[in-house]
């Protein structure tokens, strides 16, 4: 094959992921799905190496071919798979991330040859447990956290395993939302399967496979390039969790040793924390996740973001660490570990090439979980996740309340959940003074307020960044922490960030401050224009 057909085929596959990407946003059900964007689809290659991805989440795409070819090597070999055949999972010991993450995958076949696979991933809103949302915030252990789905056959020879979908149905609380959001996975790779196939009806399944090896060599190389642009060294960072939510005031260190030598990186993360026993741990496709996203960060603009990204990358990550949990292990709050991992890879690679990288982002899922209760005993969940401001940059400030890092969620609009939940959001703006200061200013972080318009309602949070806040680089100072709080009858009642079912009743507050992004440089060598400017909008 020629290099154009290369990349006609390359840019198709990313058409594919898109393709699927928008069917999700167009046909699910839940907010935390269709407005918050909290899911990923991509395309694979037939050995279950991602070739393709959508514009979606970090930590779901830099993991996704990790959980098909664990799969594939330990439960469904490839030569089981159907055309019509569809397989999900949610469970992380075998390959995923945390239970309320399903991944679906799909096989693709022309002319009786498998020449591809589909996958997506959703965030859904319950798979029972412990706590509404399946974040609970002191689960010891995932059978505390909810439903585990092994790798298995949703549909088989294309009929649906209704067993399977009762058997959801029965363990969840809001069955109707996931088994809608499901449907709309399953959709999704449909379309993928279609656009794949169509591409192959053109050029070939022997094309197809080779035109995959081509795409992953492709990235390797511009990989290795990168890598090779940085200077050979050993570079250390490292970073905390406030702690577990168990063994409350106890820090968790993330600590990365990150080794340049040509064209390869080896990260080593044996100094990194024993698992915990909150459920803060990750497993090992969460962390390899944050670790190859922080380096592909680093390339120029251009590199197709393939699996052949990962191929100069070495990971070392002992077993029953908290980036590499032992089951059972919990799990549900998987993403502070990985946020904080990417925080520390940062200020590793900073080290290396320091006109690059930026201070610490906010680096933590503000997790919160309202399960309101009518008088007639009716449920409403809500499960939202805040961001703060980003990091600044050593070319520019940073971004107030902004999206960052393992993160590439969206809001829920205010009127969507006043209008399908008894909660009322009093308030939602920039929070002055909580990016840290330094010649570029870190950006805001925000503040919400929700307030409790049903008899009853158990709220839940899972968050950090309360004790150990997002740093400065270069003199740049930290961002302010993170505050969370209940304000009743007039009183406000500091609430730990860490909170599983905390009774609400109805005239009830809950306040949530997140933190900013660190600043980049000595404040005293900030512009007095930029200062009067942040003065003028409200931001100091």
């Known amino acids: 094959m020629n290099a154009i057909e290369i ?52 930590s779901h795409l830099n993991s996704m071919s990790h959980a098909l070819r664990e799969i594939l090597a330990r439960f469904i070999p490839a030569g089981e798979w159907g055309p019509d055949d569809v397989v999900i999972t949610n469970d992380p010991y075998c390959g995923g991330q945390h239970l309320p993450d399903i991944l679906a995958f799909k096989a693709v076949f022309h002319e009786g040859t498998r020449i591809a ?119 250390e960072f490292e970073d905390f969790l406030d702690d577990d939510g168990v063994e409350v005031g106890k820090p968790i260190r993330l600590h990365v040793s990150l080794t340049i030598e040509g064209d390869e990186a080896r990260v080593d993360l044996s100094g990194c924390s024993p698992q915990a026993l909150g459920p803060v741990n990750a497993t090992l496709a969460s962390s390899t996740a944050a670790v190859m996203f922080a380096l592909m960060c680093c390339a120029e603009p251009g590199l197709h973001m393939s699996a052949g990204c990962y191929r100069p990358i070495k990971v070392e990550a002992p077993e029953g660490s908290v980036v590499n949990a032992r089951a059972p292990a919990a799990v549900a709050h998987r993403i502070a570990a990985t946020h904080r991992l990417l925080n520390a890879m940062n200020g590793a690679l900073h080290q290396a090439v320091p006109d690059r990288i930026p201070a610490a982002y906010y680096g933590n899922s503000y997790v919160t979980t309202f399960q309101t209760v009518a008088a007639d005993g009716g449920r409403e969940v809500l499960v939202e996740i805040e961001i703060g401001g980003s990091g600044a940059h050593p070319a520019k400030d940073g971004v107030n309340a902004f999206s960052s890092g393992m993160h ?7 009127e969507m959940i006043e209008a399908q939940m008894p909660l009322t959001v009093t308030r939602y703006e920039l929070r002055p003074g909580s990016g840290g200061a330094g010649e570029r200013r870190g950006g805001l972080g925000l503040v919400r307020e929700w307030r409790v318009d049903s008899p009853r309602c158990l709220f839940t949070a899972n968050m950090d960044r ?38 609400l009743r109805e005239g009830d507050v809950i306040r949530l401050a997140t933190s900013g992004g660190g600043g980049f440089g000595d404040p005293e060598r900030r512009d007095g224009d930029a200062r009067t400017r942040d003065e003028r909008l409200g931001y100091a």
């Open 7 to 58: 990349e006609v085929i390359r840019n198709a596959l990313t058409a594919a992921a898109a393709e699927m990407d928008v069917t999700v946003w167009r046909t699910s059900r839940s907010t935390i799905v269709r407005e918050l964007l909290d899911y990923s689809t991509a395309v694979f290659d037939a050995e279950g190496w991602n070739l393709a991805q959508s514009a979606r989440i970090p």
């Open 117 to 235: 696979f589909a996958g997506t991933l959703c965030h859904h809103i319950d798979v029972g447990g412990l706590a509404a949302g399946s974040y609970a915030a002191k689960a010891t252990e995932i059978f505390q956290e909810g439903l585990r789905i092994p790798p298995l056959k949703v549909i088989a020879g294309g009929v649906r395993n209704e067993g399977v979908w009762a058997m959801i149905r029965q363990n969840i609380r809001k069955p109707d939302l996931l088994l809608g959001d499901l449907s709309s996975q399953l959709a999704s790779l449909d379309v993928g399967a279609a656009a794949i196939r169509r591409l192959a009806a053109r050029f070939g399944a022997a094309a197809m496979i080779e035109a995959g090896r081509r795409i992953l060599d492709m990235s390797e190389a511009g990989m290795r390039a990168a890598i090779a642009a940085m200077p050979d060294g050993i570079y």
């Open 408 to 414: 590439n969620n969206s809001n829920i609009p205010i």
């Open 466 to 503: 309360f004790v150990h806040a997002p740093y400065g680089l270069a003199g740049g100072q930290a961002a302010a922490p993170g505050t969370l709080e209940l304000v009743r009858d007039g009183d406000t009642i500091a609430v730990p960030p860490k909170t599983d079912n905390l009774e």
